[in-house]
């Protein structure tokens, strides 16, 4: 079975760090897209950034450059998101994808089940 | 960024109701959206791509229609498990792959 499984949920306090993780299983890890979505509390969904686990090509949304890191290790089929100083905004639902065909840009067709990060004081 | 504008942003319909939902692209994305539906609690799922290829395992009463920026999602009758919030993205273009605002299908 083609899954993506995502690391539990986060509670930070702000300027904390926090890397959250998503692991692939069930197919070629390196041959597929990853991707990132943010969903804030009671909003849509927001597209921030893809990586390729092959050779961890990445591309990021405007609004989220800077902001986070998104990282693979192929050795472990194993995809992640980074922050180096959370902030109490980025308290959220963040789920992983795969694209749905080996092509830079494509639908997402396997979800993780998301891990909801909070950040507070 | 192009912008994607879904309406409307919230309909209430019956069991066996015909539902079309409209995503409108800021410029022509080339057939290249999906649409997903997401339920309260749990990821979102794929259910067309490519504007209208239906994903493995979704029933046939959903379809996709349109072409350069409109786009449509039609129910074609609402079942009880229908009931959840839809989502359309386009993938054409970066530097963000976008979404739409989101349509939250009620019960009537």
């Known amino acids: 079975e083609v899954q993506l499984v995502q690391s539990g949920a986060e509670v930070k306090k702000p300027g904390e760090s926090l890397k959250i993780s998503c692991k692939g299983s069930?197919?070629?890890?390196?041959?597929?897209?990853i991707g990132w979505v943010r969903q804030m509390p009671g909003k849509g969904l927001e597209w921030m950034g893809i990586?390729?686990?092959?050779?961890?090509?990445?591309r990021y949304s405007p609004s989220f450059q800077g902001q986070v890191t998104i990282s693979a290790d192929k050795s472990i089929s194993t995809a992640y998101l980074q922050w180096s100083s959370l902030k109490a905004s980025d308290t959220a639902m963040y789920y992983c994808?795969?694209?749905?065909?080996?092509?830079?840009?494509?639908?997402?067709?396997?979800w993780g089940q998301g891990t909801m990060v909070t950040v507070s004081s | 960024d192009i912008q994607m504008t879904q309406s409307p942003s919230s309909l209430s319909a019956s069991v066996g109701d015909r539902v079309t939902i409209t995503c409108r692209a800021s410029q022509g994305i080339s057939n290249s959206l999906a649409w997903y539906q997401q339920k309260p609690g749990k990821a979102p799922k794929l259910l067309l791509y490519?504007?209208?290829r239906l994903e493995s395992g979704v029933p046939s009463r959903f379809s996709g229609s349109g072409s350069g920026t409109d786009y449509t999602l039609t129910i074609s009758s609402l079942q009880p498990e229908d009931f959840a919030t839809y989502y359309c993205q386009q993938y054409y273009s970066t530097p963000s792959l976008t979404f739409g605002g989101g349509t939250k299908v009620e019960i009537k």
């Open positions: 990586i390729y686990p092959g050779d961890s090509d990445t």
């Open positions: 490519a504007a209208s």
């Open positions: 069930g197919y070629s890890f390196t041959s597929y897209w």
């Open positions: 994808a795969r694209q749905k065909q080996q092509l830079v840009y494509d639908a997402f067709d396997i």
